[in-house]
């Protein structure tokens, strides 16, 4: 029991000594270009209201590497070639395990949230007020196709390729409820007229 408990103790302290090792990967960079990026980071690790500094610093480092990281690799291979693709696909676990050391579960998802402009929340929510009928089940299958939408997302380059992702599966979304029976543009007609009665209220 006491060696269970010394090894407990051996990792916690491990783990603290670990948030204050995540260095900014900064050599080599542009100042401007590596200050923008710090700024975008902190603006996610705000939306988290971490009371420790040093965990919140320690998340800006790991989202601000990421960022570093996406764009070491789009500089070294071309976007959409088998070796970048595989490149990203090497790298892409590295986000949530570095962050799993300092953030719960929820928020990581808040980072991957603020990472992706928060789309999988907003396209979620607007599919359920567009179709207030769904079933669990069929919410449950957008969010997951959500989800997925989210993990490519975050190895996108840029804006535009993050967008691009959660446009793509809201398609796939959309087929297949139209295979389930949802005739979409009278569903979207009615949503939009709820919003006007909604706005007149």
Not at 22 to 29: A, H, I, M, P, T
Not at 41 to 60: E, P, S
Request: glycine residues 4%.
């Amino acid at each position: 029991m006491k060696k269970v408990l010394l090894a407990a103790m051996v990792s916690l302290l491990t783990l603290t000594a670990n948030a204050q090792l995540v260095v900014l990967n900064d050599e080599g960079r542009d100042s401007a270009y590596v200050e923008n990026i710090k700024g975008r980071a902190q603006k996610i690790v705000d939306g988290l209201q971490l009371t420790d500094q040093k965990q919140a610093r320690a998340v800006r480092n790991i989202i601000a590497n990421r960022y570093f990281l996406l764009n070491d690799i789009y500089e070294k291979f071309k976007k959409g070639t088998p070796e970048c693709d595989a490149e990203l696909y090497k790298h892409h676990f590295e986000l949530q395990s570095a962050l799993a050391a300092y953030l719960t579960d929820e928020q990581i998802d808040a980072v991957k949230d603020g990472m992706t402009f928060g789309r999988l929340k907003r396209d979620y929510q607007a599919t359920q007020d567009m179709i207030p009928t769904l079933s669990d089940f069929e919410k449950q299958q957008v969010l997951i196709w959500l989800r997925e939408a989210r993990e490519f997302a975050l190895d996108a380059p840029d804006s535009k390729g993050k967008h691009f992702w959660f446009d793509k599966y809201r398609g796939r979304t959309n087929n297949w409820l139209s295979a389930r029976g949802y005739d979409l543009q009278k569903e979207r007609d009615q949503w939009i007229q709820r919003q006007k009665e909604k706005q007149k209220n």
